[in-house]
């Protein structure tokens, strides 16, 4: 389940890279990616939700320099990974134009920003849920099966790569600022309910032919520029309890993930482990090439994403290339090229 050997980086590489030059086509057939902002390549756009990100500065280090609906400056860590897997094209958001066709075949997004584990997580922020991420990857399958036929469809199925990321929105956009689940569920109880829900996810996108599954955990949510400026009491530094809880719920992660290996015959699922590679960035941005990882670039560094990220925020930096978050909740681009580097390593299983 979880990548625990010492294989280094340059030879996940190298792996990668002898067998594009062997066959000259992807390492997997296609790519599909479900999940929150993290991942979201621009879904929100088409939504009725303030969680948008398709206008500057976001996007500004991209090559044509134009927001996308990613929440970062440039690339997502998932487009870095669609690169090392050999794709020349990321997979475009499923409610976009840009879904049709041969397009498909190569895969799509179906992340959107706001999206949790928690269903009530998503229908607040108008956000695509997690089961109707799943309504949408059947309509995507039944678009491919009519396309090249049900054998091969489900051969380009089960051979894809299926990444997932959430969990982040259900605490700090939700759990935390919500006193009704504040105080109807301990973090723990809270954890245990999700776990619930991304079982529930797994076990539907297994019976629907997916056999090689990369989920990611919780990153070090009390590190977060917008987590230390509303829970860090005025402090500068990481907020513990909601490190701790980032903690828990990975673990609970783990074992649940394992639980569904011993009982999802043929399932490759890989847990990553985001924590430690950000709070290393964070604890350690001068051995990096980082400088800053405390204040965001965009604004004043406090909580701003989305709408309080604008071309008229007052402090947003120049240049991003140093800074480890781009927004209040978002890496930057560099980060993201990092973060990439270090998922690969730990998911050389699921293209083994």
């Not at 303030?50 to 970062?72: A, E, H, Q």
């Not at 976009?96 to 799509?108: C, D, F, K, Y």
């Not at 090689?212 to 500068?236: E, H, K, Q």
């Not at 964070?282 to 204040?295: A, C, L, Y």
Request: aromatic share 12%; proline share 5%.
């Amino acid at each position: 389940m979880k990548f625990t050997g010492s294989l280094p980086l340059n030879y996940c590489i190298l792996i990668c890279m002898g067998f594009l030059l062997v066959h000259g086509d992807p390492i997997v057939p296609m790519i599909c990616i479900f999940g929150d902002s993290v991942v979201d390549a621009g879904n929100n756009n088409y939504l009725n939700t303030l969680i948008k990100s398709n206008f500057p500065p976001y996007g500004r280090d991209l090559v044509d320099k134009k927001p996308t609906g990613r929440f970062c400056n440039g690339k997502l860590a998932t487009d870095y990974t669609v690169e090392y897997m050999g794709f020349n094209s990321y997979p475009p958001p499923y409610l976009s134009q840009e879904a049709q066709g041969q397009r498909l075949l190569t895969g799509v997004n179906f992340a959107s920003g706001g999206c949790g584990y928690y269903d009530r997580t998503s229908q607040f922020y108008h956000a695509i849920s997690l089961p109707q991420q799943l309504v949408n990857y059947m309509d995507y399958q039944d678009k491919v099966k009519k396309m090249v036929g049900e054998d091969k469809a489900n051969a380009i199925f089960s051979g894809g790569i299926h990444l997932l990321s959430a969990g982040s929105s259900d605490f700090l956009q939700n759990y935390y600022v919500n006193p009704l689940i504040y105080r109807s569920y301990s973090p723990d109880q809270f954890s245990d309910v999700l776990m619930q829900s991304y079982s529930v996810f797994i076990q539907s996108l297994y019976k629907l032919g997916a056999r090689r599954i990369g989920v990611t955990g919780l990153p070090p949510t009390g590190c977060l520029p917008a987590a230390i400026t509303m829970f860090g009491a005025g402090s500068n530094q990481c907020v513990a309890r909601l490190n701790q809880d980032a903690v828990s719920f990975n673990s609970k992660l783990n074992n649940t993930s394992q639980a569904l290996l011993n009982t999802l015959p043929g399932l490759k699922l890989v847990v990553f482990n985001i924590y430690q590679p950000l709070l290393d960035l964070i604890s350690k941005p001068n051995e990096n090439g980082f400088f800053e990882s405390r204040r965001a670039c965009c604004g004043t560094g406090t909580v701003e994403t989305s709408l309080l990220c604008n071309e008229r925020s007052i402090g947003t930096c120049s240049n991003a290339t140093g800074y480890v978050f781009w927004d209040g909740f978002h890496p930057s681009e560099n980060a993201n090229k990092v973060l990439a580097d270090n998922l690969l390593a730990q998911g050389i299983s699921l293209i083994a």
